[in-house]
Every structure is written in C-alpha cells, then in structure tokens.
C-alpha cells in the first residue's frame, strides 16, 4: 500500500506565492504522471497543472505563466510554485500520480489527501 503526502499550502494576500509539494510514499518502481487538481464547493475538480509520463507539461488556463510544477522522477515527487495568487485561486488542491507499485505491472491512480489554499484580496 502506498499514498501521496502532501505538504505547503495555507493562506495568504493576493499577488503572494505559495509552494505545494507532494511525495510517494510507499514501495513503486515507476512514476507515470504527477501533477495537481483543485476543488471549490459546488464545483467540479479542474486541472491546475501536470507532468506527463513523457516529461512534458501541462497547465489548466487560468494559471499559466503564474504557476510552475516540477517533478523530480526518481524521488517521486513534486512542487507545485505558485506566483501571482489572485483570490479565484482558493481551493483545495489535491496531488494526483500514476505510480507502479514495487510488485507489479499494472500502474495505479493514487490521490493526496488534499490541502487548502487561501487567497485574501
């Protein structure tokens, strides 16, 4: 059994930074994708921004050109920087992987346990 552990977060004024970082914790051999959803109530979870199995980058609209993900695959984690927070950017961010456990072949879609981001105007 393996799980993602979040960590960063928490509030600040609008225009500051934030970092989240999310690490596997576990026995895998392999890490697919990584990256970061986000949920308000009442809404849908959206994609703030991914990396891909094959190394590229993706990000949801909103936030391209403020936020920054990063990977490092071999320690199977990642950091999420976030720059230029506006108040629409309130939610809970949940980190996302496909990992590979130790014994096996068939990757698995794991979930963070989701930690809150707070932006003041």
Same mark, same amino acid.
């Given at each position: 059994?393996? !799980?993602?552990?979040?960590? &960063? ?6 225009? &500051? ?7 596997? @914790? &576990? ?25 891909? @199995? ?5 990000? &949801? =609209?909103?936030?391209k050109g403020r936020f920054t993900i990063s990977v490092d695959v071999r320690g199977k984690t990642g ?8 108040? =629409? =950017? ?11 456990? !130790? =014994?096996s072949e068939i990757p698995k879609t794991y979930w963070g346990q989701g930690t809150q981001v707070t932006?003041?105007?």
């Amino acid at each position: 059994q393996g !799980q993602l552990v979040e960590s &960063g977060g928490g509030s600040v004024q609008a225009g &500051g930074s934030l970092g989240l970082s999310c690490a596997a @914790s &576990g026995s895998f051999w392999r890490l697919g994708a990584m990256g970061w959803y986000r949920q308000v109530p009442g809404k849908q979870r959206e994609l703030v921004a991914e990396f891909t @199995s094959i190394g590229s980058t993706n990000y &949801g =609209d909103s936030v391209k050109g403020r936020f920054t993900i990063s990977v490092d695959v071999r320690g199977k984690t990642g950091y999420l920087l976030m720059n230029g927070l506006k108040p =629409d =950017d309130t939610a809970v961010y949940y980190c996302h992987a496909v990992l590979t456990p !130790q =014994d096996s072949e068939i990757p698995k879609t794991y979930w963070g346990q989701g930690t809150q981001v707070t932006v003041s105007s």
